[in-house]
T-cell receptor, first 112, second 112 residues
Framework: NAGVMQNPRHLVRRRGQEARLRCSPM?????VYWYRQLPEEGLKFMVY????????ESGMPKERFSAEFPKEGPSILRIQQVVRGDSAAYFC??????????FGQGTRLTVV | QKEVEQDPGPLSVPEGAIVSLNCTYS??????FMWYRQYSRKGPELLMY????GNKEDGRFTAQVDKSSKYISLFIRDSQPSDSATYLC????????????FGKGTMLLVSP
């Protein structure tokens, strides 16, 4: 039973380009969470999605960031017109409703 | 006051020592408490998952929750060099749609 799968593991983008981060939840999980982690910082909540619905996006920046979790396929975190400050590790976690969350290995985004 | 406070360390101990890691929190709505272990450049790995106050033991790990003091602990017995990692506490409310709030993590170094 595969765990939470994130890809790519490493992503390099030039300023102004778009970044797309993918997350496939564990089998049987329909809840997905995205977190951002900066060096020496904890995990900061960004967005919580259930299939086809955004449950909580209170941690998402108002501009350039969006997330989706379609009926079929992985969850996508999309960052448009990336800036250097977007460089971070982005982690996805999944759970079934109300249960413990399991994390993927993360995508490390570097903006040059 | 941050919602979840955790000493960043580093905490350095010799092999075989008993380690105590702690978090305090301010939100009395938190009901579920977790400890994650994160190795460098890896995703967080769930170690312990507890509900409300009390103790839970799993091998060398014991989690304690004191809701009256808003204080949680993770004890590691017979610590090993392989335990060297960052330990993150996390907590959430009772709703099936609540998200995890993390501490910043404590770095633990166990020397042989």
């Amino acid at each position: 039973n595969a765990g939470v799968m994130q890809n790519p593991r490493h992503l390099v983008r030039r300023r102004g380009q778009e970044a797309r981060l993918r997350c496939s939840p564990m089998k049987g999980h329909s809840h997905v969470y995205w977190y951002r982690q900066l060096p020496e910082e904890g995990l900061k909540f960004m967005v919580y999605l259930q299939k086809e619905n955004i449950i909580d996006e209170s941690g998402m920046p108002k501009e350039r960031f969006s997330a989706e979790f379609p009926k079929e396929g992985p969850s996508i975190l999309r960052i448009q017109q990336v800036v250097r400050g977007d460089s971070a590790a982005y982690f996805c976690a999944s759970s079934s409703q109300g249960s413990e969350a399991f994390f993927g290995q993360g995508t490390r985004l570097t903006v040059v | 006051q941050k919602e979840v406070e955790q000493d960043p360390g580093p905490l350095s101990v010799p092999e075989g020592a008993i380690v105590s890691l702690n978090c305090t929190y301010s939100n009395s709505a938190f009901q579920y408490f977790m400890w994650y272990r994160q190795y460098s450049r890896k995703g967080p790995e769930l170690l312990m998952y507890t509900y409300s106050s009390g103790n839970k033991e799993d091998g060398r790990f014991t989690a304690q929750v004191d809701k009256s003091s808003k204080y949680i602990s993770l004890f590691i017995r017979d610590s090993q060099p392989s335990d060297s990692a960052t330990y993150l506490c996390a907590m959430r409310g009772n709703s099936g749609y609540s998200t995890l709030t993390f501490g910043k993590g404590t770095m633990l170094l166990v020397s042989p």
